[in-house]
């Protein structure tokens, strides 16, 4: 089939984008999804049905779908901001609207067809993407299956948190139950670069599990690790405790190593990335979020059109200046505005990304113009915790505690294995100090102190609750924690965190 828009020509049976006769680039998927929306011109397409038809029904984050609509967009010369050939259609998908010659010969089996044998014929090319297979399982204790199932549906869920990343779903998965498989055959049935396969068994009053994830392309183990937890009604979450932190940081690390670009030199997405997992991994310090955001800084100098980078760039810049780690000047919070508005522009459908600017105008007090921007961000993506936790730190700023609370709490529970948590029970913790629920505010802090070792917020939050709570030995204690974690923790820092009333009873504490 030979599709024609103005100078450009789609030729399916050569998978070739032309421009007056000058083959132009084009990532497979990117083709692919020239191909469906170029055959069905003049109709809006839901995200689903762009899913179903694009990715064959595996589960993607908005941030890669909106990537790939980018990526269309610029084959052809346009732009979010212009959006001549391909519209966004706010809440309900995307529109071919250029006239296409050709359109009215196309049929979805076609495009199938074409679909399929592109795919085949660049399995070597394969972007980030794993499939989670069912979990073996040894003994006959009746349940190890529910904890398998759970266990495989869970983290699919969970994982499409990961930028970049597409996962096979879940149905598919399944449909593998009792079949021995390879990675060979995985990879050329599935079209995947990882594959995450596991063992169950009772041992005891424990429940074992053995995890792996594996190279499809050569079959080498990236990681693999033991677990075991006490059997119970509650083992299938402990494990998902026990398995996801350490996962997480392992297959974004493949991805690191996978997206190096042919030169060996750091993409832009390598170094988005390496910029997401700066703080976790070494926690927040003014220097981690000066490494955090030159890593964003030249990820968009390579990829100018990456929203989610201009995303969180905006949310660091915005959060440091809220919590005291960047300077207060007012160029930090116009640069703020600048990079949020920015990631908003260039993806406006995508929930994350909203959610992440949405965030970065609340922390620097635009919360009026932010609260519509997350309430959005939640009409896409109902399950969006970084937005809910977003709202609830707007309505902050806005002094509305109880709703900051509720949607803090919100966010929390939809998303219990998230990465932020830390932050989240922080300022969870610091909306119950202002309401004056003081032992709430002690649990949340807890949490969040044991969610991340690294990071001082919450630490903060939890030796003020404990000297509104008359437990001054154990606040000194708590005291010397945050002094641990971050040793140049200074008066203003404190202030700007947990404001002057309690922070003044802090400062005093560790004289």
Not at 324 to 351: C, N, P, Q
């Amino acid at each position: 089939m030979l599709y024609r828009i103005d100078d450009f020509e789609l030729d399916t049976e050569n998978y070739e984008l032309r421009q007056a006769g000058v083959v132009r680039h084009v990532e497979p998927l990117v083709f692919d999804l020239l191909c469906y929306l170029l055959s069905n011109a003049g109709r809006v397409l839901s995200r689903d049905e762009i899913i179903e038809h694009v990715w064959q029904g595996r589960i993607v984050s908005d941030t890669t779908i909106s990537s790939a609509i980018k990526s269309a967009r610029k084959a052809l010369g346009d732009s979010g901001a212009n959006q001549n050939y391909i519209r966004t259609v706010r809440g309900r998908g995307f529109q071919f609207v250029a006239d296409v010659e050709g359109s009215e010969l196309a049929k979805e089996e076609k495009f199938a067809k074409s679909s399929h044998i592109v795919t085949a014929k660049i399995s070597n090319q394969i972007g980030p993407s794993l499939i989670i297979l069912p979990f073996q399982i040894f003994g006959d204790a009746p349940e190890l299956n529910a904890v398998g199932d759970g266990l495989v549906e869970n983290l699919t869920t969970i994982l499409t948190r990961v930028p970049f990343l597409s996962l096979t779903s879940r149905a598919q998965s399944f449909a593998l139950k009792g079949t021995p498989v390879n990675f060979s055959d995985i990879r050329q049935k599935f079209q995947v670069t990882y594959m995450l396969e596991g063992s169950l068994q009772k041992l005891g009053g424990q429940l074992r599990a053995n995890v792996q994830l594996i190279d499809t392309q050569n079959g080498f183990h990236i990681w693999a690790q033991q677990f075991d937890v006490v059997s119970g009604d509650d083992s299938m979450l402990n494990l998902l405790d026990a398995i996801l932190p350490r996962l997480e940081p392992q297959l974004v690390q493949a991805m690191f190593n996978d997206l190096r670009d042919e030169s060996g030199e750091l993409t832009g997405r390598q170094l988005l990335l390496q910029a997401m997992g700066i703080l976790s991994l070494k926690g927040w310090h003014k220097d981690t979020f000066v490494e955090a955001t030159t890593s964003l800084n030249r990820a968009i100098q390579l990829e100018p059109d990456l929203a989610l980078a201009h995303g969180y760039l905006a949310l660091i810049l915005g959060l440091g200046h809220r919590v005291g780690l960047i300077a207060t000047s007012g160029d930090i919070a116009a640069e703020t505005v600048m990079a949020a508005e920015r990631a908003m522009e260039l993806a406006g459908m995508d929930s994350n990304v909203l959610g992440l600017a949405g965030c970065a105008l609340a922390d620097i007090g635009q919360a009026d113009r932010a609260l519509p921007i997350l309430k959005n961000a939640l009409d896409i993506n109902q399950n969006n915790g970084q937005a809910l936790a977003s709202l609830g730190s707007a309505y902050m700023v806005l002094g509305k505690t109880e709703s900051a609370i509720k949607y803090l709490t919100k966010g929390i529970d939809i998303s219990p294995h998230d990465s932020r948590l830390a932050v989240w029970y922080a300022v969870l913790g610091i909306a119950y100090l202002f309401v004056g629920d003081f032992k709430a505010a002690k649990i949340a802090a807890e949490e969040g102190c044991q969610n991340n070792d690294k990071t001082y917020l919450p630490r903060v939050v939890l030796t003020a609750a404990l000297i509104e709570l008359g437990d001054e030995k154990s606040a000194k204690i708590s005291y010397g924690e945050c002094l641990r974690v971050k040793p140049d923790l200074s008066q203003s820092e404190i202030y700007f965190l947990i404001g002057p009333d309690f922070g003044e009873k802090l400062v005093c504490l560790g004289q």
